[in-house]
């Protein structure tokens, strides 16, 4: 049984910071492509981050230089780290895990925690 933890949401003004978890359990791979995503009232859930197996990562236009995806494969835990926090930021964000072994793929998701930015 795998599955992705996440923590760290919150309340926060606009201007500041926060610190996303992503903790993975069971039997996935050590290293796997991990990413972040966020849903909005009303909108479609958007990719906000991805770090590959590779380490190589990317991210949404509207996050570049705010935000930071990193890794401890250790702890099969992804991180994002958000500075300068507007209210546009404000919506429930995802973990995800997505991979392939032994010729089958496979999908999981974290049950979202939600980041509240206040203006």
């Known amino acids: 049984q795998v599955q992705l933890v996440e923590s760290g949401g919150g309340l926060v003004q606009a201007g500041g910071s926060l610190r996303l978890s992503c903790a993975a359990s069971?039997?996935?791979?050590?290293?796997?492509?991990m990413g972040w995503y966020r849903q909005a009232p009303g909108k479609q859930r958007e990719l906000v981050a991805v770090?590959?197996?590779?380490?190589?990562?990317n991210y949404a236009d509207s996050v570049k230089g705010r935000f930071t995806i990193s890794r401890d494969n250790a702890r099969k835990t992804v991180y994002l780290q958000m500075i300068t926090l507007k209210p546009e930021d404000t919506a429930v964000y995802y973990c995800?895990?997505?991979?392939?072994?032994?010729?089958?793929?496979?999908?999981?998701w974290g049950q979202g925690t939600q980041v509240t930015v206040s203006s």
């Open positions: 995800n895990t997505h991979y392939v072994s032994w010729g089958r793929a496979y999908d999981y």
């Open positions: 069971g039997s996935i791979p050590r290293v796997t492509t």
């Open positions: 770090i590959t197996s590779g380490d190589n990562t």
